[in-house]
């Protein structure tokens, strides 16, 4: 079983930066996939970013230049970098393992 545990959502005015943590317990090995998607009210859920175990990281159109994800495979944390935020970017975003264990979400509020 793994539990993750998002967190550093909050309120931002729009420029601003915020980093959001994702750890991971449980059985996480270096090899899995780990990323970020968002849902903003009303829309579907979007992907943000993802780290594959391997291969080239990927970005949302939307986010290329202004996020950067990483990752610490000796804390099993994720990590998101949102600078320059945007009003649009306002969502709950989530964490994952392999597009199977999800976080339980955190709200990020960017006011214009």
């Known amino acids: 079983q793994v539990q993750l545990v998002e967190s550093g959502g909050g309120l931002v005015q729009a420029g601003g930066s915020l980093r959001l943590s994702c750890a991971a317990s449980?059985?996480?090995?270096?090899?899995?996939?780990m990323g970020w998607y968002r849902r903003a009210p009303g829309k579907q859920r979007e992907l943000v970013a993802t780290i594959p175990s391997i291969g080239s990281y990927i970005y949302a159109d939307s986010v290329k230049g202004r996020f950067t994800i990483s990752r610490d495979n000796t804390k099993n944390t994720v990590y998101l970098q949102m600078n320059s935020l945007k009003p649009e970017d306002t969502a709950v975003y989530y964490c994952?393992?392999?597009?199977?264990?999800w976080g339980q979400g955190t709200q990020v509020t960017v006011s214009s």
């Open positions: 449980g059985n996480i090995f270096s090899f899995n996939t």
């Open positions: 994952h393992v392999n597009n199977y264990f």
